[in-house]
Structures are given as structure tokens and as C-alpha cells.
């Protein structure tokens, strides 16, 4: 049986992670990528440069199901806008879970999120769409992060912690049980968030 296709968007260094994903996984046949104007016509680990933003609509041609494969650090914005645009054009966009991740039968996952290898996603843990839940990162009991945030390599969220949406948490962060992270914020690298911080203005550093 054919595996249905699918179109990364996003054609940089996180991109190549999720080609990785995808290819393990095997369910979908990645049929290219969208990139910038200036990377049509190139290739990324083999994958063809289709198109950039623009040429979403022409590009439901080749593939039902897209899905976004830009990181995230600074901000959400390149992200949320291109899954806004994703949407828009119509394509379905699936969740995609490594074979090496572990995620609970009573965990939810949203539409468009990606999780990383080795990820462990804890019972009744709830992750919203398009969201990165990269290598290596814990999702304990209860755990709730909403949409569009990035959760980093080896992240520790301990149980009953909400990562509000549009966040970013660096590797190797720590959060304390029943903490709560406001939306739009950055949490650093090794960080260790012992209170909840429901500014994102706190959590800039």
C-alpha cells in the first residue's frame, strides 16, 4: 500500500530532524519541502525544494497532508503563520510520533505536533497542535502544553505543569510540579522554574 504524501514546510536545520522523524516513522512519503524563494529548485537530504509560501495552494497538487518544519526560539511567529497558511491552502496535518517515542494511551496529542525521538509524553498528559516535543523530553502525569511551543531537547516537566501557548522551553529545563508558564514566553537553557510565571516579560532573560 502507498504511503500518502506529504510536504514539509520549512526547509532549515529543523527540517532535517523532521525529515528523520518522518522517514523512521514510515507512514507518510515526504514528497518535498517549502522553502524560501531562494531555495527553490535545491535539495535537502535528498528531498526536492518545491516552492515557498506563496505557491501553498498550487502545491495541494502533490500532497494532501503538510506539516510545519520550522523551529522555533525567539519567537512562535514563523511558525504560527506558516501553519495558519498550512491550514489555510487546506492540507491535513497529522501528528507524528517517532517510533522511539512513548506516548500514553490516555495522552492527547494535537493536529500538526511532532514528537522527537526518545520523548516520553506521561498518562493524561495533553499537548496542543503544532507543537515540538523534541528528543529526549518528559512529559510527566497531567501535564498540559497548549499550541504552537517549542519543548527542547531533555526537558523535564514535572506533573501537573501547563506551558500556556506560543512558548519555548530550552534543553535541559526543568519545571517544578503544578507550575504554570505563561504564553509567548522563553524559558533558557538549564533553567530550573521553581514558581509559576504567568507574565511572559518574567521569563525573558
Known sequence: MTAPKILLVGAGGHARSVIDVVETAGEYDIVGLVGTPEQVGQQLLGRPILGHDGDLQKLRAVADYAIVAIGQIKTAESRTRAWQSVRDAGFITPKIVAPT???????????????????????????????????????????????????????????GVRVHERSFVGSGAIVRENTTIGNNSIVPMGHRVIRSWPSSAELRQ
Do not use: Q
Open 101 to 159: 517515542a512513548r506516548v500514553a494511551r490516555s495522552a492527547a496529542i494535537g493536529d500538526g505536533t511532532v514528537i522527537f525521538h526518545f520523548a516520553f509524553v506521561n498518562s493524561c498528559a495533553s499537548v496542543g497542535a503544532n507543537c515540538i516535543i523534541n528528543s529526549c523530553a518528559l512529559l510527566e502525569h497531567d501535564v498540559i502544553v497548549e499550541d504552537h511551543c517549542h519543548i527542547s531537547t531533555g526537558v523535564i516537566l514535572n506533573g
